[in-house]
Structures are given as structure tokens and as C-alpha cells.
């Protein structure tokens, strides 16, 4: 089965460009996470979307972060302007969490690791 | 509202010898719990989880963990390590419903010395 795919797996760029990062979720889930993950700050959630429709943005750093879900199988997270700040691992995860069968784990990519020079 | 705390943030074994990872919950409702690890360079892959059907969990790759109400833990134990098992464990609580949001402790990373 295919996992989450996340792309590009790896990102250089300078400070002031835009970024979009991708994620195609597991077919049939309905729940989609951002994360980025830092030393200093560990694992933190950015946004996420039922059924394409963003629940949760209160993770956004600041609104240079943008994300969409434009359809079930696709996600975009955006950094514009991007600064060096910015630079860590994000995770895209996906999850369905059924009625009759609560407490489904959540799926994750192996990530984008983003540098902002 | 829930949380989760991991005591300890680095731990180091002898491989062959047990390992104990630490996890103590706060849920105001019956929790789900998790234990994802997490290797170099890779995303966070699931090892375990509890729903409730039975206290004792067992999971991939040796690993096991045990609810206990009483103490609001999910410790993780694995009775012999492998040099393959270093690694960072993270402890996530969901109270699962409808919303399928998972709280993350800070993560514990496992080393393993020959």
C-alpha cells in the first residue's frame, strides 16, 4: 500500500522565496496533518483538514504559513516570505477516524527537510 | 484538556539489557494511546497503540506497553535491545470521537551501546 508521499524530500532555498511544500495522503483518509518538527521545539501541529475543510490553524506561526486541500488527495503548505526560521523537518500525516472504530493512528510521510539560507 | 509527558529525554542501554520508555497521560475522558518511533531522517511510524480492548499491547518489533489507569501511564518495554532500536520514541494521547488529533509528548531518544 502507499504511504503518505511527501515532496520534495529535500529543499534549499534563500531567505525571501516562496515555498510549497506537497502531500498526497493515504487514499480513503479523511483527517490530513501538517507538522514541523525542530530541536528546539520538537514536534509541533501546524493545521488540519477533515474532509478538505481546514479545522484547526492555530499551530500557523504567522500568516506567512498558508495550507490547502484542494481535493482528498492532495495538500500544500506555503511559506511566503520564507526566513531562515523557518528551516526544519515538516510531516504530513493523514488519518481516518471512522464511528465505529475510534482511535485510528495517524499515517506519516518521511517528511521535507527545508533549509532557508 | 489532555497531554502528555515522557520523563526523560535521552536514555541509554546496553544492548541485551531491558528497555523503559516512560509515558504518563492527562485525559479527562477514557484516552487513546500511541507510541511512535521515529529513525533518522524518516517520518514517525506507529509501533503500538491502546483502545481499550486489552491493558497489555503489544507491538512490532518486540516492543510491548501496559495501560494503567491507576497511574495515568503507557509505558514502553522491550525485554532485550538491539542496536537497531535507537531511535526517538515519541507518546501521543487522542480522545479519538470524530476529531482525529493526537497529542505528542516531547519525544525520548534511545541509545543502544554494544
Known amino acids: 500500500d502507499a504511504g503518505v508521499i511527501q515532496s520534495p524530500r529535500h529543499e534549499v532555498t534563500e531567505m525571501g522565496q516562496e515555498v510549497t511544500l506537497r502531500c498526497k495522503p493515504i487514499?480513503?483518509?479523511?483527517?490530513l496533518f501538517w507538522y514541523r518538527q525542530t530541536m528546539m521545539r520538537g514536534l509541533e501541529l501546524l493545521i488540519y483538514?477533515?474532509?478538505?475543510?481546514?479545522?484547526?490553524d492555530s499551530g500557523m506561526p504567522e500568516d506567512r504559513f498558508s495550507a490547502k486541500m484542494p481535493n482528498a488527495s492532495f495538500s500544500t503548505l506555503k511559506i511566503q516570505p520564507s526566513e531562515p526560521r523557518d528551516s526544519a523537518v515538516y510531516f504530513c500525516?493523514?488519518?481516518?477516524?471512522?464511528?465505529?472504530?475510534?482511535?485510528?493512528?495517524?499515517?506519516f510521510g518521511d517528511g521535507t527537510r527545508l533549509s532557508i539560507l | 484538556a489532555q497531554s502528555v509527558t515522557q520523563l526523560g529525554s535521552h536514555v541509554s542501554v546496553s544492548e541485551g539489557a531491558l528497555v523503559l520508555l516512560r509515558c504518563n497521560y492527562s485525559?479527562?475522558?477514557?484516552?487513546?494511546l500511541f507510541w511512535y518511533v521515529q529513525y533518522p531522517n524518516q517520518g514517525l511510524q506507529l509501533l503500538l497503540k491502546?483502545?481499550?480492548?486489552?491493558?497489555l499491547v503489544k507491538g512490532i518489533n518486540g516492543f510491548e506497553a501496559e495501560f494503567k489507569k491507576s497511574e495515568t501511564s503507557f509505558h514502553l518495554t522491550k525485554p532485550s535491545a538491539h542496536m537497531s532500536d535507537a531511535a526517538e520514541y515519541f507518546c501521543?494521547?487522542?480522545?479519538?470521537?470524530?476529531?482525529?488529533?493526537?497529542?505528542f509528548g516531547k519525544g525520548t531518544k534511545l541509545s543502544v551501546k554494544p
Open positions: 500525516a493523514s488519518s481516518t477516524t471512522p464511528k465505529d472504530s475510534p482511535g485510528q493512528p495517524q499515517h
Open positions: 487514499s480513503g483518509h479523511d483527517y
Open positions: 483538514f477533515n474532509n478538505n475543510v481546514p479545522i484547526d
Open positions: 485525559s479527562s475522558v477514557p484516552p487513546y
Open positions: 491502546y483502545t481499550s480492548a486489552a491493558t
Open positions: 501521543a494521547v487522542s480522545h479519538g470521537g470524530s476529531q482525529g488529533n493526537l497529542i
